[in-house]
């Protein structure tokens, strides 16, 4: 069983900057791919950005041009650079990785965009 663990989040302005992680129990270097998710109150949760085993990036729409995501494979750890932040960026956020057929998620954590 592979736990994943976000940290980072919290309350921040609009146009200000967060540094999400996911830590890893496992190596990443052998994953399918690893990802970051979103789910605002009262919308389905959304994908916003994933990395695969070779560091091929996508991005959704909303996020692509503010948002990086990013690997360290010595720390088994999965960033997510948040900047410009828009009120709209509010949500909880959450890791999602696969290696091989299996899939785990974090629990989450949460990012305010407010002044």
């Known amino acids: 069983q592979v736990q994943l663990v976000e940290s980072g989040g919290g309350l921040v302005q609009p146009g200000g900057s967060l540094t999400l992680s996911c830590a890893a129990s496992?190596?990443?270097?052998?994953?399918?791919?690893m990802a970051w998710y979103r789910q605002a109150p009262g919308k389905q949760r959304e994908l916003v950005a994933i990395i695969n085993s070779v560091g091929i990036t996508n991005y959704g729409d909303s996020v692509k041009g503010r948002f990086t995501i990013s690997r360290d494979n010595a720390k088994n750890t999965v960033y997510l650079q948040m900047n410009s932040l828009k009120p709209e960026d509010a949500a909880v956020y959450y890791c999602?990785?696969?290696?091989?057929?299996?899939?785990?998620w974090g629990q989450g954590t949460q990012v305010t965009v407010s002044s």
């Open positions: 496992e190596s990443i270097v052998s994953i399918y791919d």
């Open positions: 999602r990785g696969t290696w091989g057929p299996r899939t785990y």
